[in-house]
């Protein structure tokens, strides 16, 4: 018997390549695309903000989708669904833009204001509106998808409407609802005066059993008790948001509830454009068969950021969003160490502008063994991962990342904190069993980072040794074809319970 072909709506504020601010943009473009080839049917739906090119992407009307009417609270909001297609691939996955002006088209940037740096004062609206519009969409369209696929906080109400305000309209009763987590320390919180733009029953308005919490209104809340099932990007991040305060970010008692129906699957990496023997960014391509010419890209890398070139000397690099979450405290904190230790350190990187000052200051004392880019250059990332020896990656909590899988691809150590992903996707190398594709340390401490590093240093001086784990990382599979073969399965689970 042919295996049942599904049909997926994938909800997600950023999907690659029309817009981008993180990790959960490539995940938006990867998996669709992944499922789509594995033979379902999938549509994306997601906000048409200023920055999406209409020409570029032929982003065209659709008169059944145009001029929908929604109210959030007293406002009434008009808005189309328009379309086009995922590019650069051959199987088609439709997508839907959500269009208004108001509220997104006339802004370039998804959640914060530039000029301020804050959020947008009505992200609230917004979003609301991106949950409105998958009932629309359906209803419309009389297209009843199998899942409803939402990612993050800004798709959390999603569930609620179609448990509760929608349950009567014909066709939802089937409906089933998968939610993703990618980073519960983003919730979607609003004073709870916001509940009455919602337009969800007045019973929702509460703590006990509505999507108030801590005295405000949750978005995040909402998905987590509404949605059929609940899964978070690795498997040991799900059992640390259910099982421990410290990751739980307030939430820890509704996901232990909730656990048995909270799974952990690891993303993938989209192998076409993260991998040494195909990388159009890089100078000089090369595979585990070639590994030797690797060291190529690092005389590139050096020459680059104006540091000597020595091939005894490792490179260790950072490529991350400067904040204390990612353990850029720990570096900070170990940095004088680290500026004692045989190593070159280069750092790709935009945040907390205590950083920024912190590293310039740094760029200037030691301009032989510390550069940095802070900002964003897609191209120095392809670069950095090609030309480094490690990879340091140190969170504080890390949901699934996807760097130190790319560093493993492209035969970079990396140098991780035991936790979340970081604890899934790099094995320990011990020197027992000569065994392992990268370092770990689970202490969140400065000292526990530089006696990792240590290690790692008196191992590259055995060169033998040192490709042995490379080599082990550049086998290790970490595409998509598993991580959907996974989605695929849980979907199936969702629908089994009928």
């Given at each position: ?89 051959r199987t088609r996955v439709q997508i ?189 391509k090369y595979s585990i068969k070639n ?208």
């Amino acid at each position: 018997m042919a295996a049942r072909r599904l049909r997926i709506l994938f909800v997600s504020s950023e999907v690659v390549p029309f817009v981008k601010t993180g990790g959960l943009a490539d995940v938006s473009s990867a998996l669709p695309k992944k499922l789509t080839e594995l033979g379902h049917e999938v549509r994306i739906i997601l906000p048409k903000y200023g920055a999406v090119d209409e020409r570029k992407f032929k982003i065209h009307d659709i008169v059944r989708l145009k001029d929908i009417v929604v109210k959030v609270g007293e406002k009434e909001v008009i808005f189309s669904l328009k379309s086009c297609f995922l590019p650069g691939i051959r199987t088609r996955v439709q997508i839907y833009f959500l269009d208004n002006q108001e509220y997104f088209g006339s802004r370039n940037s998804l959640y914060i204001d530039p000029i301020t740096g804050k959020d947008y004062p009505d992200n609230d609206e917004r979003f609301i509106i991106l949950n409105r519009a998958v009932v629309e969409l359906i209803i419309r369209l009389g297209w009843y998808p199998d899942v409803i696929h939402l990612n993050d906080w800004q798709c959390g109400l999603a569930p609620a409407y179609i448990k509760t305000a929608f349950k009567d309209t014909p066709g939802f009763d089937k409906l089933r609802t998968l939610f993703t987590i990618h980073n519960l320390a983003y919730q979607g919180t609003f004073p709870p005066s916001v509940f009455s733009k919602t337009g969800l029953p007045e019973d929702l308005n509460s703590e006990k059993k509505g999507i108030l919490h801590k005295g405000k209104l949750n978005f995040m809340k909402s998905g987590l008790l509404f949605s059929d099932v609940i899964n978070t990007v690795s498997e040991t991040y799900a059992k640390e948001i259910s099982t421990k305060e410290e990751y739980g970010e307030g939430l820890k008692d509704i996901l232990a509830k909730r656990k048995d129906r909270l799974f952990g699957i690891v993303n993938g990496i989209d192998t076409n454009i993260w991998h040494p023997e195909n990388d159009k960014l890089i100078p000089v391509k090369y595979s585990i068969k070639n590994l030797e010419k690797k060291i190529e890209n690092k005389k590139h890398l050096l020459e680059r950021f104006g540091l000597p070139f020595d091939e005894k000397i490792p490179v260790v690099s950072v490529i991350s969003r400067l904040y204390d979450a990612k353990g850029i405290d720990l570096i900070q904190k170990a940095f004088p160490d680290l500026m004692k230790m045989d190593l070159q350190l280069i750092l790709l990187g935009t945040g907390d502008y205590k950083y920024h000052t912190f590293f310039d200051k740094m760029a200037m004392k030691y301009p032989k063994k510390f550069a940095c880019y802070l900002g964003f250059s897609d191209e120095l990332a392809h670069l950095i991962e090609a030309g480094s020896d490690m990879f340091l990656m140190p969170s504080k909590y890390e949901p699934c990342g996807l760097n130190q899988m790319y560093s493993q691809v492209y035969g970079t150590v990396p140098i991780v904190r035991e936790t979340g992903g970081l604890a899934d996707t790099v094995k320990r190398f011990e020197e027992k069993t000569e065994e392992g594709t990268g370092f770990m340390f689970r202490k969140y401490d400065a000292k526990e980072l530089l006696n990792e590093i240590k290690r790692a240093l008196k191992i590259f001086a055995d060169q033998k040794l040192w490709q042995k784990i490379q080599k082990a990382g550049m086998k290790e599979d970490f595409s998509w074809d598993k991580s959907a073969k996974s989605y695929i399965e849980l979907y199936k689970t969702i629908l089994a319970e009928d």
